[in-house]
């Protein structure tokens, strides 16, 4: 209807119309160069193009969406005054009628209503009809008959459906009528003594198509999936067995049914020819029955049925006749209404009407068939995906709607069926990261991209994307379906991870490839914004699997971020946050991991909330202990400094978030070795300290992990963090900045190295390491040979992990006869346990010397080279011996004296203890740190 035939309805639309906007808004106008009210008022109102713009009609389209945040927004918008509020109290109505909230809708519809400009803003049959409906399932029978008469109506034929389902109406000669109106044939009562139901409906006598015999009309192959259907069934196939085209084949797939289906659908086979039962020994899903039925048709043309619908009895015929008498089109749909058993349409959507195209009515020519294949293989929307790909092959014209408006069939609802349920329901078709919108998204680019649209019927690698609770078929499938929605999804950042595994960039190997073979099983991060090991201590499910293809498997990736874990302290909101930053998980927990549990001992003490990052949890057993130490704690991927590196500004984005949303008061990191965090704490205004634990003038190896030198490295530091925490004199010496610089000890609980001596033969003498050559490895080699030589009854007992130096040093036939290896403790109680004297040989500095402290906890007697920070430790010949470094005779001597005289080695033992409680204890640091910290917070906690 031209709406320039209604005087009143024109001038309110004249006076609303915005020509700019509407160009604006509708390219398509524009380029055809039309004046834009003339396109209006001929085309665009019939086609629900808005006249101007609308507050109430935007926000409608984020809400279904799946924004439900905008609610608050419509209902202070409905709370105003004007047409757009009117508008609004519209969408609000039909948003409470969808969630059954009918009592809330009817009251909005009455201000929509109220309102003439509102009405012509939206301009469809759905206010009417949901007025009606509300009405109806309020019990107001009498007011929703008389708003039936309302002379505002649009003319649509879902008006007379509306009548339909009133109680007196609800009727069949009701439901004939409107048959009749649209020239169709009427229908009749299975059982005369029942009441009028969908299994309940019959075709009296079944009516012939007009024209020659039927079996020379060409064959229709009607494919029918069932899954568990015993008390549908018999009403869909009695709905096609009552066809006026008679020349059928009805290919009926169990799909593994459970129930009494089969027999059902083999009994009624027996019965009429036309009927042939397939079997599936197990259950594939909706679309792999259709495809193995269509492998099977020999139709001319092919359509589909679900189990539980019934179809008028010239629904066939009418598609058939349709498609004969338009040679260009090559296929066709119908439509239908969704309704309950009791033939009740009160299934409320988005779409401004009841009467919808019934995609699952799809009837093609053989050749759609040869040209693209089947189905795919997904549990909802492959029907929508081949309607578009018969479009995308074959043109827009080449596919038509039988009697549009008209209902060739009433869709069963169910509360169990796809289409019902939360995850699949019919709304995620238009919602943002709705399960078929997804994939109705992936399912065009796909389409549009390529010219290869045959579809397999079970494929071993799936063209494109989909959601991976809706992808069925076979598991190498379903495995190349996780690839490609992996290469797709925002948490693989391929460039991301080229930069930081150069490895894989330098081996020339695809990222992802690298990735799901062999990154994920190495601990390596997807991206910036996941954490493997981080998901896999969150769902300990995932543990043995692929992180990043478990989160895609539930689904659940356009949801997730990288989530803040509740440690056990309580958080009190009136306390200053602070930001503790780890730099290092490693598999086992060493200095590194326990220097940093140290300082979150000391500070959970204090009157903060501590909120940790880590940069993995590779360490289970390590992060349970960071979670018994803190407030939050989250895991996120991010990597040390190096010269020339830039900033990972994902990194920073991250950091600076935690900042502001939980208001942290000061940024701490572990070691030197981060950057991202003291970027982010300067850019949120935020004081930072890095507590200095190493002394890169002694440390090459570090340097070069720095692609740095050491004063390059120091410079560094001042340039980018405040405040300095140094772990000895010898570490302040190299910062160079004493106004900014706190030595605060690492600390050790004497308490808990009341550790026996082994009280063997021999005096064990050992070093604990990391085995590496800078630690001393072959000083310690050689230390064991000349106690042999010298003929000192001591056994060298070599601590640590097996790396190629040990392998190679033990496997030498030349080996010291006294030298042991001893392989990795867990514990370092367990470490000194084997030990009467502990030794460290390091060829650096070391910065503090975390195995002497605890040997000295331990009561054992410390031999070591007097360099680096040890000297702070080892008192010579009070609670050891410092020999000059690499001096191996000097420390063999010093062996000698201790294996001679057992009394020495208890005095100096007890000693050692002694200085490491007073000096080193955890109370020492934690006193440290709760007059230190309110300088660096601006705070007065005490």
């Known amino acids: 209807m031209n709406v320039s035939t209604h005087t009143d309805c024109e001038q309110a639309l004249k006076r609303l119309f915005n020509p700019q906007w509407y160009l604006e808004h509708y390219p398509d106008v524009a380029a055809a160069g039309m004046d834009p009210w003339l396109h209006f008022i001929n085309h665009g109102f019939q086609e629900q193009r808005h006249p101007c713009p609308s507050a109430a009609l935007a926000l409608q389209d984020e809400l279904w969406r799946g924004h439900k945040h905008v609610l608050s927004k419509l209902q202070a918008l409905a709370g105003e005054d004007g047409a757009d509020a009117a508008v609004a109290a519209w969408v609000l109505a039909r948003w409470h009628a969808s969630n059954g909230q009918y009592a809330l809708a009817e009251p909005l519809l009455n201000i929509f209503f109220s309102n003439t400009t509102a009405r012509v803003l939206v301009s469809h049959a759905g206010p009417w009809l949901l007025m009606f409906s509300a009405l109806r399932m309020l019990g107001k029978m009498q007011e929703a008959k008389a708003w039936l008469d309302h002379p505002g109506w649009p003319q649509v034929p879902d008006h007379a459906l509306a009548r339909f389902m009133l109680p007196e109406h609800h009727t069949l000669p009701t439901l004939n009528a409107f048959y009749q109106a649209h020239g169709l044939c009427t229908v009749a009562l299975y059982n005369e003594h029942c009441s009028l139901e969908l299994d309940n409906l019959n075709a009296p006598a079944v009516p012939v198509a007009a024209g020659h015999w039927w079996q020379r009309k060409p064959l229709v192959s009607i494919i029918m999936p069932c899954h568990n259907a015993e008390t549908t069934i018999a009403t869909a196939l009695r709905s096609l067995q009552q066809q006026s085209w008679s020349n059928l084949e009805i290919l009926v797939v169990d799909d593994a049914s459970t129930d009494n289906s089969a027999n059902i659908v083999a009994e009624l086979a027996r019965q009429d020819p036309r009927i042939k039962l397939l079997k599936h020994h197990c259950n594939q899903g909706a679309y792999a029955a259709r495809n193995t039925a269509l492998a099977k048709t020999r139709g001319a043309f092919i359509t589909t049925h679900d189990c539980d619908d019934w179809s008028h009895p010239q629904k066939i015929e009418h ?330 500004q994902a990194t920073v984005a991250h950091f600076s978030r935690l900042i502001k949303q939980h208001h942290v008061a000061l940024v701490y990191c572990n070691t030197l070795t981060l950057l991202e965090p003291l970027l982010a704490a300067r850019e949120c205004s935020v004081p930072s300290v890095s507590h200095v634990r190493e002394l890169p003038e002694h440390d090459e190896a570090l340097c070069a992990d720095f692609n740095s030198n050491p004063e390059q490295i120091r410079q560094h530091l001042l340039e980018h963090c405040d405040t300095f925490i140094a772990n000895s004199r010898v570490v302040a010496r190299y910062l160079n900045a004493p106004e900014r610089v706190n030595v605060i000890g690492n600390v050790i609980e004497t308490q808990t190295f009341k550790v026996p001596l082994p009280n063997k033969r021999q005096l064990q003498v050992g070093m604990i390491s990391s085995n590496l050559p800078k630690k001393g490895l072959h000083d310690f080699v050689a230390l064991a040979a000349l106690l042999h030589e010298q003929g000192v009854p001591a056994t060298c007992v070599l601590i640590g992990p097996e790396n190629e130096h040990t392998r190679v040093l033990f496997g030498k036939e030349t080996s010291p006869v006294n030298l042991k290896f001893a392989g990795y403790s867990a514990s370092s109680q367990g470490a000194l346990a084997q030990l009467d004297v502990l030794v460290n040989l390091s060829h650096f500095q070391e910065s503090f010397g975390r195995t002497v402290l605890e040997a000295m906890a331990a009561s054992r007697p410390v031999v070591c080279y007097d360099w680096g920070a040890l000297p702070e430790l080892v008192i010579h010949e009070e609670n050891g011996f410092l020999a000059a470094k690499g001096d191996v005779h000097q420390v063999a001597e010093y062996v000698a004296k201790l294996a001679a005289n057992s009394a020495r080695r208890a005095a100096m033992g007890k000693a050692g203890h002694q200085r490491a409680g007073e000096c080193y204890s955890i109370q020492n640091m934690q006193q440290a740190f709760a007059a230190l910290l309110p300088e660096l917070t601006g705070s007065d906690n005490k």
């Open 319 to 648: 598609q058939v006749t349709l498609l004969q008498n338009n040679k260009q089109l090559v296929a066709c749909t119908s439509h239908w209404v969704r309704c309950s058993s009791q033939l009740n349409i009160s299934v409320w959507r988005q779409e401004p009407v009841w009467v919808q195209r019934n995609v699952s009515s799809l009837m093609f020519r053989r050749r759609v068939h040869r040209k693209l294949g089947f189905w795919d293989r997904v549990s909802v929307n492959a029907d929508t995906e081949l309607y578009y790909r018969i479009i995308q092959a074959f043109g827009s014209a080449a596919i038509a709607e039988t009697l549009p408006g008209v209902p060739l069939a009433f869709g069963r609802v169910e509360a169990g069926s796809l289409t019902q349920q939360s995850r699949t329901h019919l709304s995620s078709y238009y919602q943002d990261n709705g399960l078929r919108n997804r994939y109705h998204q992936a399912a065009l680019a796909w389409q549009q991209s390529t010219r290869k649209l045959y579809m397999p019927a079970n494929p071993a690698q799936r063209p494109f994307p989909a959601p991976a609770p809706m992808c069925r078929g076979s598991a190498k499938a379903k495995e190349h379906n996780l690839t490609l929605l992996a290469r797709q999804c925002d948490l693989f950042n391929e460039e991301w991870y080229l930069r930081r595994y150069p490895d894989v960039a330098a081996a020339g190997m695809d990222p992802l490839q690298h990735y799901l073979r062999f990154g994920h099983l190495e601990g390596r991060d997807p991206g910036p914004d996941f954490s493997g090991s981080g998901y896999q201590f969150a769902v300990p499910e995932a543990r043995q699997q692929n992180p990043l293809l478990h989160l895609l498997s539930a689904d659940t990736v356009h949801q997730y971020s990288q989530p803040v874990l509740k440690g056990a302290l309580k958080w009190h909101s009136n306390r200053p946050v602070l930001l503790l930053c780890a730099h290092l998980v490693s598999d086992k927990t060493y200095g590194a991991e326990r220097s940093f549990l140290d300082v979150l001992s000391a500070c959970s003490q204090l009157p903060y909330n501590v909120l940790v990052t880590l940069p993995s949890a590779q360490n289970i057993e390590y992060v349970e202990q960071i979670k018994e130490r803190c407030q939050h704690f989250t895991i996120f991927p991010y990597h040390w400094w190096q010269a020339g590196r830039s900033a990972e």
